[in-house]
């Protein structure tokens, strides 16, 4: 069941989605040559524990970790470990807190110094396809209409959704109802009320959607070594234009 949350509850979301957003954007400073997933996981949780808060990820369904740092043709869910970061690479920071009784969950993909004009691209194309999507998070819209509206911005700029992972519900628990692909058709799917707090995500490869599990039960890669990126915010449903909860801080 979709839960719409009350005013209370989303003044909690809004706590718990500022200090997501500062965490996402601290792992992003953080990316440049030299620097270890591991060292970035370290920090965020540090960063996390000082507001109060907890991080979402860390042990949830056993991931071992509190950030997903996912480089080059990762697409998600890659472990932090000892891998060192090298200029020309992309590398996706995904990120979530717990304060208060809620969550906030937010992603985003950052270079590493200097990259190609391609990777960066995708990079662009990746973000903004999550901007067309809510331009139809409006009360009395479909959730499909948010879907479908990704999957065109991004297909039309030759690059490709990924199908088995989508956006959710967020608010008391991590993932709630309901799930929301990055592909559908407009007209499709409950319709949006006011007090919906959704993670919206686009996950976007350069090459075909296709994507394998590796060994380790978490990273998700492409099949055909193609580069991936990933852009996610909360967002909250109003009687207007949709309020990001984890917007970067201006």
């Known amino acids: 069941m979709i839960t719409l949350k009350s005013q209370t509850e989303i003044e909690l979301m809004r706590r718990a989605g500022k200090i997501t957003a500062a965490a996402r954007a601290l792992a992003g400073e953080m990316v440049r040559p030299g620097v270890t997933t591991h060292e970035i996981d370290s920090a965020v949780e540090q960063f996390i524990r000082k507001q109060g808060a907890v991080p979402s ?24 470990g000892k891998r060192v970061l090298v200029e020309g690479d992309i590398v996706s920071i995904d990120v979530g807190a717990y304060i208060g009784g809620f969550h906030g969950d937010c992603a985003a993909t950052f270079a590493c110094g200097k990259i190609s004009q391609e990777a960066q691209s995708l990079i662009d194309v990746t973000r903004q396809s999550f901007f067309e999507g809510i331009r139809y998070a409006r009360e009395g819209h479909r959730l499909q209409d948010i879907s479908a509206a990704i999957q065109s911005y991004v297909e039309s700029h030759g690059c490709s959704v990924v ?78 234009e949709p309020e990001i909860l984890t917007a970067p801080a201006i």
């Open 163 to 240: 199908r088995e992972y989508v956006g959710h519900g967020v608010g008391a628990k991590m993932h709630e109802p309901p799930e929301i692909p990055n592909y559908g058709h407009p007209g499709r799917g409950p319709r949006l009320l006011r007090g919906m707090t959704l993670a919206i995500e686009p996950m976007v490869n350069a090459g075909k959607a296709a994507i394998q599990v590796l060994p380790d039960g978490w990273t998700v890669k492409t099949v055909d070594g193609k580069w991936a990126a990933h852009y996610e915010n909360t967002i909250l449903i109003t009687d207007g």
């Open 57 to 80: 990820f860390l042990h949830y369904n056993g991931y071992p970790a509190s950030v997903c740092v996912s480089v080059n043709d990762e697409v998600i869910h890659g472990i932090p």
